[in-house]
């Protein structure tokens, strides 16, 4: 055999045992979704996979499975802490219960505003509260807008604390969430999103509370018809990843992971935004009846006691609470 054939052969073995190691490298990730379609979410977690196939070369495709068809969020959240799922877009209010630092942004009235809670969690408190997220199996890659969530219900305006006392309230299934309604002297009914629209209409609960987008996209406006701006609780929502899969990758494609998170979050923020005002025109349009709280300082103050009993509870989450606090 004379050099050249040689010298052809053997590049040729090389090709092919590199290609077989690219081969066994790349990974397939699946991904769960609650929202639809054209929700923001939605689309920018479809924006993920885009751009995380395009930045790892391949190495990393991500297939999206969206309007919670694998299951509900309590069991797509298990399924990512062991690794049956690869990611999932999550609110972080049933993460609490699980990771004591993610249950900070659960505290009533913690962020100021929109803008406050963004500087934060981009910031050193995110990391924070992603590092003891990894302590359960979850990595926090990014964070995505959940609105500013209010009260809703189908008998009165809330006005003031004690328009809350004896009323029914929906909340997600966390202690903090029944710990701020009962403060307020409701009634607080945990139960999971999908039977919240029935439960409204045949007056299991008077009430729940959410953002602009999920009472309209829900059609919960058309059973609980007063909505009052009370944005007492701006819970984030993350792009969590099972660690064991995030750690399993090269440095290179950990970094290009992450980078395709943020940049969809960016897009998730501006369609949030303008989705939460198309939203709130539509139930306006609708006949739901608005109303401002003049001062929400007397709903502050009766969330004291929830702070309080939180952090006597969980001492070492107190510099943790100070750092968001106090980020400017």
Same mark, same amino acid.
């Given at each position: 055999?004379? &050099?050249?054939?040689?010298?052809?052969?053997?590049?040729?073995?090389?090709?092919?045992?590199?290609?077989?190691?690219?081969?066994?490298?790349?990974?397939?990730?699946?991904?769960?979704?609650?929202?639809?379609? #054209?929700?923001?979410?939605?689309?920018?977690?479809?924006?993920?996979?885009?751009?995380?196939?395009?930045?790892?070369?391949?190495?990393?495709?991500?297939?999206?499975?969206?309007?919670?068809?694998?299951?509900?969020?309590?069991?797509?959240?298990?399924?990512?802490?062991?690794?049956?799922?690869?990611?999932? !877009?999550?609110?972080?209010?049933?993460?609490?219960?699980?990771?004591?630092?993610?249950?900070?942004?659960?505290?009533?009235?913690?962020?100021?505003?929109?803008?406050?809670?963004?500087?934060? %969690?981009?910031?050193?408190?995110?990391?924070?509260?992603?590092?003891?997220?990894?302590?359960?199996?979850?990595?926090?890659?990014?964070?995505?807008?959940?609105?500013?969530?209010?009260? &809703?219900?189908?008998?009165?305006?809330?006005?003031?604390?004690?328009?809350?006392?004896? %009323?029914?309230?929906?909340?997600?299934?966390? #202690?903090?969430?029944?710990?701020?309604?009962?403060?307020?002297?409701?009634?607080?009914?945990?139960?999971?999103?999908?039977?919240?629209?029935?439960?409204?209409?045949?007056?299991?609960?008077?009430?729940?509370?959410?953002?602009?987008?999920?009472?309209?996209?829900?059609?919960?406006?058309?059973?609980?018809?007063?909505?009052?701006?009370?944005?007492?609780?701006?819970?984030?929502?993350?792009?969590?990843?099972?660690?064991?899969?995030? !750690?399993?990758?090269?440095?290179?494609?950990?970094?290009?992971?992450?980078?395709?998170?943020?940049?969809?979050?960016?897009?998730?923020?501006?369609?949030?935004?303008?989705?939460?005002?198309?939203?709130?025109?539509?139930?306006?349009?609708?006949?739901?009846?608005?109303?401002?709280?003049?001062?929400?300082?007397?709903?502050?103050?009766?969330?004291?006691?929830?702070?309080?009993?939180?952090?006597?509870? !969980?001492? #070492?989450?107190?510099?943790?609470?100070?750092?968001?606090?106090?980020?400017?």
């Amino acid at each position: 055999m004379n &050099y050249l054939k040689k010298a052809a052969l053997s590049i040729a073995a090389t090709a092919f045992v590199a290609g077989l190691s690219v081969s066994a490298q790349a990974v397939e990730w699946r991904g769960w979704n609650i929202h639809k379609p #054209d929700y923001p979410n939605t689309v920018a977690m479809d924006k993920f996979a885009e751009l995380v196939d395009a930045k790892t070369g391949g190495n990393v495709t991500v297939k999206m499975f969206h309007s919670g068809v694998l299951g509900s969020q309590p069991d797509a959240i298990e399924q990512v802490r062991i690794g049956g799922l690869a990611i999932g !877009n999550f609110n972080l209010g049933p993460i609490g219960p699980m990771a004591a630092e993610a249950n900070v942004v659960s505290l009533p009235f913690i962020f100021k505003d929109m803008g406050h809670m963004h500087r934060a %969690l981009d910031g050193e408190a995110g990391d924070k509260i992603s590092a003891g997220m990894a302590k359960i199996g979850l990595i926090a890659l990014a964070w995505y807008d959940s609105g500013a969530r209010s009260f &809703y219900n189908s008998k009165k305006p809330i006005m003031e604390p004690a328009d809350v006392k004896g %009323l029914k309230v929906r909340v997600m299934n966390n #202690d903090l969430y029944s710990g701020m309604i009962a403060a307020l002297g409701g009634n607080p009914s945990p139960m999971a999103f999908s039977e919240v629209y029935q439960s409204l209409k045949t007056g299991v609960v008077d009430g729940a509370e959410n953002n602009w987008p999920s009472y309209e996209s829900t059609g919960h406006f058309e059973v609980a018809g007063y909505y009052s701006l009370s944005q007492h609780l701006i819970i984030p929502e993350c792009v969590c990843v099972n660690a064991k899969a995030y !750690n399993d990758l090269s440095a290179a494609d950990q970094k290009a992971v992450k980078d395709a998170a943020r940049e969809s979050a960016v897009l998730q923020r501006e369609l949030w935004e303008k989705r939460a005002i198309s939203s709130r025109e539509k139930v306006m349009k609708a006949g739901v009846k608005f109303n401002e709280i003049p001062n929400k300082d007397a709903f502050m103050s009766a969330m004291e006691p929830v702070h309080e009993k939180y952090l006597a509870a !969980n001492p #070492d989450l107190v510099p943790l609470v100070n750092l968001i606090k106090n980020t400017k």
